[in-house]
Every structure is written in C-alpha cells, then in structure tokens.
C-alpha cells in the first residue's frame, strides 16, 4: 500500500512542479502509514510547496498530509493555521481530575490507568494525522539522569498504550525532561508532579475534505 501510494506521490508531485519534494508513506520505524511526510524542496516558494502539498493530499487513499517541519493544515486559498480542534481540551479535561499511573518506580502502567488511557485515545481521536507529544514528569526525589530515565519510559510506555489502542505511531512523539517541569505552584518533590502531558502541536483532520488543503511547509 505504502509503495503504491508513494509511486503516485512522485507523479503528483512532478505534475505540481515539486523538484526535490518526497514523500514517504512509511513511519519512522518503516511502518506503512495513509500519513505522508513530505520532504525536500528547499528553494521552492511558499505557493508551490501550498500547491505540492495539496496533489498529494488528493491522491485518493492519502490521509492527512504534513511537511517534515510539522507545519498544519490551511484552508483552501490561504496559508493561515487552522485553529486547534477540541481534542486538547477533551483531553486536559479528563486529566484535570484523574491521573495516568504507574507502579512504583516502574513504567508499567497500573489497571486503572489503562482505561483512562482507552478515553484518552478515543478523544484524541478527531485528530488523527497531528502531531501529539507525550511528556512525562517526575517529582525531585531520588538522582535527576534516573528521573529523566524514567519519565521517558514512562511516555513511551503511553506511547505505545495509545498505539495500541488505534492512535497512528507516526503522530506520536515521546519524551521525558524529568523533574525540570514541576506543576506550578508545587514543591518540586511533591508526588503530584509524577504525571504525563499531552500537547496537539500541529492540527490536522485524518482524511482531508475539499475544503482542507494542507500548509506549504
């Protein structure tokens, strides 16, 4: 599928004027994805990468499109951002008052955890083809490289939760900083820093309308 829809790609690109321009149907990990990532085309101006981007996104089994800078989706006849879908909210909404677990000193995720993160994919899941960080917190206690250690098998560990549960890996990007982020307002040893985030950092619907043309970059 991936090959197939990639040997489309250079053929719509090539149409657009897109020299240089790729696009690669497969994720990081090799994975075949409806996803493209374009690359390339350095030196080409803003209107042809815009209209590059937008052959690609009609090539019929493509879903959303994006520029390896991460740069969102604009609607048709212009290059202004899309505003942020509710999917953030839904999502802060139901960490406002619980809370992802692990067992201690772990990144294995407890019982109860596993279901949050079941309504934390399905929230999510109206933003299909963005780009969504996961970043995982610690409080001070114990050597801060073991912290940092942790808070990133710890994402991963969601990461890989959320995959599970039908969330594209190629949108997913993990991360831990430790205890260098405390809540606001929180000793930094208190265990309510002990958390996991989530950030939609680039906007894009899964399948493009007629009216959803994707950014030039």
Not at 80 to 90: E, G, I, K, L
């Amino acid at each position: 599928m991936a090959n197939r829809l990639e040997a489309k790609a250079r053929v719509a690109i090539a149409a657009a004027g897109g020299k240089g321009v790729a696009a690669s149907f497969h994720t990081s990990a090799g994975s075949p994805t409806r996803h493209p990532v374009l690359s390339g085309g350095k030196g080409l101006n803003e209107k042809v990468r815009a209209r590059v981007a937008r052959a690609v996104a009609a090539i019929p089994g493509a879903g959303g499109v994006r520029w390896s800078d991460g740069t969102i989706m604009a609607q048709r006849g212009t290059d202004t951002p899309r505003p942020p879908m509710h999917c953030q909210d839904d999502v802060d909404a139901l960490l406002r008052s619980r809370t992802i677990r692990f067992e201690e000193s772990s990144a294995n995720l407890d019982p109860a955890s596993r279901e949050l993160i079941g309504e934390v994919a399905r929230a999510l899941r109206p933003c299909l083809g963005a780009i969504i960080a996961i970043t995982g917190h610690t409080d001070s206690s114990g050597p801060e490289p073991g912290n940092i250690e942790l808070s990133q098998a710890r994402a991963k560990a969601v990461e890989a939760a959320l995959v599970a549960r039908g969330i594209p890996a190629d949108g997913l990007r993990a991360s831990g900083v430790g205890s260098a982020q405390p809540v606001s307002g929180l000793d930094p040893r208190d265990p309510a820093n002990r958390r996991i985030e989530f950030s939609v950092i680039a906007i894009q619907p899964v399948v493009p309308t007629p009216v959803d043309t994707p950014g030039p970059r």
